[in-house]
């Protein structure tokens, strides 16, 4: 009966000490598991937080090369406008400059035929002018011999 | 048999094994637990690294596309200062051409107005000539007339 009795004392202290062991290794266990998956979440934390970072960056970036794009754009048709007005001006002012062309030559070609006919109505006026002085010169003559043949006797005649 | 048996050592045993189940449990939830939040923040990640990923491409893109604009921005403003320089000599061509065309249309307005005085002035020369030659055909024959007639009668000439 004593015998009996130290074995059901010694199977339980058993009991207790494996017990003991298996709640040991088990929170050693646990204690390691759970430290390895808090780090991880803890790098997976401070992975989110760069990430998170990044993109906040990116996204300020993406938002300036945006705003940039726009203004190059709202900059670009503003240059296409002037350039399409400066063109519609070089368009007019070349027309403008090839009539007043033309206008020029043909003004300088009236002007040469212009002064040649001058010049060949002077040399008349001249040659007119220098005959009237001949006839008047005649007609004074003329005028001498009658008055010479009126005043003289017609056998004398022959000396006007 | 029952009767030999240490309740104190049973308690004890029974204690350690409502710790142990207590404990596990407790260790199993908590670990559950931290292992969800971990797979959420995974998921997190994996979307946010997606989103990253997105916005870095568009970043790409927009940055291309801006020098692809600036590009053309600085080509366009350069043929339009050519385009430019081109207007202004246009422009101070022809002015130069405006008063070379009002200089030779006043010269020749001026020699219009001097050609028609000089061709009215040859007119008047010319019936001054007619009149005058006229006049010596009638002189001339006023000669022949007192050649030919008697002193007594010249004056019917």
């Given at each position: 009966m004593e015998i009996t009795k130290k074995n059901i004392n010694l199977g339980l202290f058993v009991i207790i000490v494996a017990t003991l062991v298996a709640f040991a290794s088990f929170t050693t266990y646990y204690q390691y598991s759970y430290k390895n998956t808090t780090a991880l979440y803890q790098n997976k934390l401070d992975e989110l937080d760069r990430v998170m970072t990044t993109l906040k960056v990116t996204k300020e970036q993406l938002e300036k090369?945006?705003?940039?794009?726009?203004?190059?754009?709202?900059?670009?048709?503003?240059?296409?406008?002037?350039?399409?007005q400066l063109k519609d001006e070089k368009d007019k002012l070349e027309s403008d400059l090839s009539?007043?062309?033309?206008?020029?030559?043909?003004?300088?070609?009236?002007?040469?035929?212009?002064?040649?006919?001058?010049?060949?109505?002077?040399?008349?006026?001249a040659a007119a002018k220098s005959e009237i002085t001949v006839l008047q010169n005649r007609v004074d003559e003329i005028n001498r011999d009658i008055s010479c043949l009126k005043s003289t006797a017609d056998a004398d005649e022959g000396n006007c | 048999m029952k009767m030999d048996i240490n309740f104190g050592l049973l308690a004890v045993v029974i204690a350690v094994l409502i710790a142990f189940v207590t404990y596990t449990t407790y260790y199993q939830y908590s670990f559950k637990n931290v292992t969800g939040l971990y797979q959420?923040?995974?998921?997190?990640?994996?979307?946010i690294s997606t989103t990253l990923g997105t916005q870095k491409q568009e970043l790409n893109q927009t940055a291309y596309?801006?020098?692809?604009?600036?590009?053309?921005?600085?080509?366009?403003?350069?043929?339009?200062?050519?385009?430019?320089?081109?207007?202004?000599?246009?422009?101070?061509?022809?002015?130069?051409?405006?008063?070379?065309?009002?200089?030779?249309?006043?010269?020749?307005?001026?020699?219009?107005?001097?050609?028609?005085?000089?061709?009215?002035?040859?007119?008047?020369?010319?019936?001054?000539?007619?009149?005058?030659?006229?006049?010596?055909?009638?002189?001339?024959?006023?000669?022949?007339?007192?050649?030919?007639?008697?002193d007594a009668d010249e004056s019917k000439c």
């Open positions: 090369a945006a705003s940039s794009v726009s203004e190059s754009t709202e900059e670009t048709e503003q240059i296409s406008s002037e350039y399409n009539k007043n062309k033309r206008s020029l030559a043909d003004t300088r070609a009236q002007l040469t035929q212009t002064e040649l006919q001058l010049t060949q109505a002077q040399a008349d006026l | 959420n923040k995974l998921g997190e990640l994996d979307k596309q801006l020098s692809i604009t600036t590009e053309r921005k600085d080509d366009l403003s350069s043929k339009k200062d050519v385009l430019k320089d081109e207007r202004d000599k246009l422009e101070s061509d022809l002015s130069k051409t405006k008063d070379s065309l009002s200089e030779a249309t006043s010269k020749l307005d001026q020699a219009a107005s001097q050609l028609s005085q000089t061709q009215a002035e040859v007119s008047t020369a010319k019936d001054e000539i007619s009149s005058l030659q006229a006049k010596i055909n009638t002189l001339n024959r006023e000669i022949d007339c007192l050649e030919d007639t008697a």
